[in-house]
């Protein structure tokens, strides 16, 4: 089968193949001394479970380091072989972090080329045929199969619309 | 007219916003002592035309300090109101510019919001109405109205399925 013919694939970056909230109730703990739990911050916004949130994403540096969410190579290692895979992360609204992406990008998933990245504002200019992100924000406009993976801000959340997944392994289960 | 009603028009940076030729013609002169001009490196991609292109677009910092295109600022403006505009820029493969491309983007368009910016490795997964370009490749597989950008790789080709423009005093016209 030719390229041409394959489905596109969108795969965010933060909460998807970036485990990013390890380092966020790290340096939380950092900053104040107060241990969080998953039980803490169910339910609430990255920025308002973490009060520093947006300084820290803000900083150059900060998207260099952080850890591969588990599963996520293997899983997105074969997925690119079956689809048209395009890793999408809304990116701009904070400079310093694009081209840090972009080298963690090539560090951790050097199997996905540049020809296959998007840092963008707005992810519904994107098309594709399915979807796998963290934020109903994102899923709630595309016109595909959507997969929302479940993350602490998302986790409280009844929806019927998007297909959960709890893991990289759900995600090869239902894709491949 | 509700902005869900506006046409997206795809607007391209370098060649298009942005005056690279200008920097290109100063590099090599200073490089080579060899000056050339527009008849030397019609009809040349970039980089057979400047033996430095690709060392240069892939130094830090290169794409933050290029001059704007003449005409550009006022017309984006004017069509930032009548479509919803989208920058988008073939960006990935160079990660240091990403970051410089989009502080240029702030500096000199701070009309332009974040939300506006696309930086990615293939333009055909973009959704649009309208596309400015001065590359064939990134035209050639829209679907919607393509506007050509003289530029000097594109000058010498003969072509009728893009509308050819030589300035933004003509994007204006056509578009507004």
Redesign the interface.
Same mark, same amino acid.
């Given at each position: 089968m030719g390229s041409s013919m394959k489905e596109?694939l969108l795969v965010d970056m933060d909460g998807v193949l970036v485990d990013i909230y390890t380092t966020f109730f790290k340096l939380h703990e950092q900053e104040t001394g107060q241990k969080l739990n998953l039980k803490d911050i169910a339910g609430l916004l990255e920025e308002e479970a973490f009060k520093n949130q947006r300084k820290w994403v803000s900083l150059p540096g900060f998207f260099r380091d952080l850890p591969v969410m588990p599963g996520s190579r293997e899983a997105l290692h074969k997925l690119n072989d079956r689809y048209k895979v395009?890793v999408v992360s809304l990116a701009?609204?904070f400079?310093?972090c694009?081209?840090d992406k &972009? +080298?963690w990008m090539?560090d951790n998933f050097p199997f996905i080329?540049?020809? &296959? +990245?998007?840092?963008?504002?707005?992810k519904n200019?994107?098309?594709?045929d399915i979807m796998i992100d963290d934020h109903f924000k994102n899923l709630d406009h595309f016109d595909g199969l959507t997969i929302l993976f479940t993350q602490p801000h998302n986790m409280l959340i009844k929806d019927t619309r998007h297909k959960r997944v709890d893991s990289w392994e759900e995600i090869e289960k239902l894709l491949i």
């Open positions: 596109i395009i701009t609204e400079p310093f694009l081209t &972009q +080298l090539h080329s540049w020809k &296959q +990245l998007v840092f963008c504002g707005d200019i994107v098309k594709a």
